[in-house]
């Protein structure tokens, strides 16, 4: 027991000694770890601050393409007015024409005199003003008639009875001759 009380002292200081140096490499640990830590938050709030970006970016051009969407919807809605407007005035047109055809038809039966007039073949200037027949299979070929008209073609002059038309003295269709 004596070397015990001798080395007492010794001991003390070992296990003091020991404890000071695992809280030394406790301490040295905690420290590498929260300069981790330190450099995971840094990126971690670099990344944060790139997303953010990101979102803002994201955000105005969602806003602008809802802002040109909402003008396109509303362009698509004057269009589709202006369409519905356009092929009621074409069917409105349609029956008026269909009418009119039903009625000169009418009227060119309706005695001899109408029946020639009705039968005689229109001057070629007049058929090319009223051709729609599509040229060269494009139905949506529209000619350009008047060129030919100020250039005079097949026009007759003022005064002078047209080509395979009645006589300016043959009565109207539709008027039967007085005795």
Known sequence: MSWI???????????????????????????????????QLTASNTQRDQLTGQLKTAETTISKQSGQILALVDLNRQQSADVAAQLQRLDTITRNATARAVQLEAITHEDEAARIWGDTRLPPAVERLLDTAPESGNPAHQADRDPALRAGGDVPDPGQQPEDQPPSSAEPAGHARSP
């Open 5 to 39: 009380r001798d080395n007492l002292k010794w001991l003390v200081v070992l296990v003091c000694s020991l404890l000071a140096a695992g809280a030394s490499f406790i301490l040295w640990m905690q420290s590498r770890d929260n300069a981790s830590l330190q450099l």
